[in-house]
């Protein structure tokens, strides 16, 4: 599978185009349409995935699924949000143990509850070399996605801890919805550090 990106909009978002046998896979559809199409060129893509339901990853999302067609997919519990702000209809609602494909990869869906409560991370584990995590805004270089209580912190930590640092090796290679990629193993020694401070 070939991964390709672009910066889009006010608050610099990432767009991923993942690509395997020809189709591909957007993950985001953030803003700048034009710019998104660009990336796209003629790959047809079968899939659109929107992390999670905050509005500076939807800015595009209806004009690219209207030109592309593509499957729209989204978290379960941020669906019906993100179909009020954009007005599509999202065709798969998923979470843990749910799956989307491009060409022949399988990409693991994985839930985490605290930046908003339906965020969900696409993680790829191809038979050779280092899984990658596209995470939406659920982990950053440095630290957690934002939260805003003290329950969403914790939610959010437990989350990552389990399903993500407890899991995932440390070659792993994490793609953020902002931002430059890390690995796990650059933030592992962190995670005791980001409990303390609370963020």
Not at 135 to 143: A, E, H, I, N
């Amino acid at each position: 599978m070939e991964i390709t990106s672009t910066v889009v909009g006010p608050m610099s978002n990432n767009a991923y185009l993942l690509t395997d046998s020809g189709e591909g896979l957007l993950v985001d559809a953030p803003a700048d349409a034009l710019a998104l199409l660009a990336l796209i060129g003629d790959t047809p893509i079968g899939t659109l995935v929107t992390t999670h339901r905050h509005h500076d990853h939807l800015g595009a999302l209806a004009e690219i699924a209207s030109h592309t067609g593509a499957r729209l997919v989204a978290g379960a519990p941020d669906a019906a949000a993100i179909e009020a702000a954009t007005g599509v209809s999202i065709d798969d609602r998923v979470w843990d143990g749910d799956h989307v494909h491009v060409g022949a990869v399988r990409l693991e869906v994985i839930g985490l509850v605290g930046h908003t409560p339906g965020s969900v991370t696409l993680a790829w584990t191809p038979e050779h070399g280092a899984a990658h995590l596209f995470v939406g805004d659920s982990l950053f270089p440095g630290g957690a996605g934002k939260t805003t209580t003290p329950e969403d912190f914790r939610s959010l930590m437990t989350d990552l801890e389990a399903k993500i640092f407890g899991r995932f090796g440390d070659d792993t290679v994490v793609h953020p919805g902002h931002g430059d990629p890390t690995t796990l193993g650059k933030e592992r020694p962190h995670l005791r550090e980001w409990w303390d401070r609370g963020w």
